[in-house]
């Protein structure tokens, strides 16, 4: 198991254990997290999953795709650590990965 810090940005926190392969969308959604609204399911077209990724986790995730960027594009409140949580798979090598929703998705 993959221990994930959600965070929001008033400072509810939920430890989440997500499965090695698993999406971090997936595992924020099976434990209700507050802030990942996940409207699409996964299929990268709403974005209302984004997080914020804390450093040093960002610097250890594969590069954005092009469509995910273009996601970003219409997003609210992006930043340059803005990533999408089902764009995330959950591996032993981001055990402890801390992340923070947005003051709201779109």
């Given at each position: ?7 929001t940005?008033d ?5 989440v ?7 971090l ?12 609204e996940a ?8 974005g ?5 990724v804390s450093?040093?986790w ?5 590069a ?9 594009e219409?997003?609210a409140?992006v930043r ?17 990965i801390?992340?923070?929703t947005?003051v709201?998705?779109?």
């Amino acid at each position: 198991m993959v221990q994930v810090r959600f965070k929001t940005i008033d400072g509810v926190e939920s430890l989440v254990e997500a499965t090695v392969g698993e999406s971090l969308m997936a595992a924020a959604v099976r434990n209700r997290v507050p802030g990942i609204e996940a409207a699409c399911g996964g299929s990268m077209v709403c974005g209302t999953c984004h997080i914020y990724v804390s450093e040093p986790w960002f610097g250890r995730l594969p590069a954005v795709s092009d469509m995910e960027a273009e996601i970003h594009e219409y997003g609210a409140h992006v930043r340059a650590n803005s990533r999408l949580a089902c764009q995330i798979t959950a591996t032993a090598a981001l055990d402890g990965i801390v992340v923070t929703t947005p003051v709201a998705q779109r």
